[in-house]
Nanobody
Framework: QVQLVESGGGLVQAGGSLRLSCAGS????????MGWFRQAPGKEREFVAA????????RYADSVKGRFTISRDNAKNTVYLQMNSLKPEDTAVYYC????????????????WGQGTQVTVSS
């Protein structure tokens, strides 16, 4: 079956960096658009970044633009989220997701989801 497994979360001080990874299996990874979303306690799931199947097109939420970078390595069936200049408001569970149709910002359009990885940014 399809599995998306996130890793790389943790505790970091404000201004620090983390790189999240999401490894896919059970799907033809190179044909799927990939997205990163996050959800903080008591808040709705929100879009962070997305990348198309070939890695040639990306999009970001305004809140992370210029600080986060999404990339992918289809040979490794992995998508990454490099997070720099982290802020306490970036604290959330981060999820990766796969969509066969669009590298979009709407979470309910994605086909498959990982289990999430916790990112905590201390002030």
């Amino acid at each position: 079956q399809v599995q998306l497994v996130e890793s790389g979360g943790g505790l970091v001080q404000a201004g620090g960096s983390l790189r999240l990874s999401c490894a896919g299996s059970g799907l033809t990874f190179s044909t799927y658009h990939m997205g990163w979303f996050r959800q903080a306690p008591g808040k709705e799931r929100e879009f962070v970044a997305a990348i198309n199947w070939s890695g040639t097109s990306t999009r970001y939420a305004d809140s992370v633009k210029g600080r986060f970078t999404i990339s992918r390595d289809n040979a490794k069936n992995t998508v990454y989220l490099q997070m720099n200049s982290l802020k306490p408001e970036d604290t959330a569970v981060y999820y990766c997701a796969a969509d066969s149709r669009l590298a979009g910002a709407e979470w309910n359009r994605y086909d498959y989801w990982g289990q999430g990885t916790q990112v905590t940014v201390s002030s």
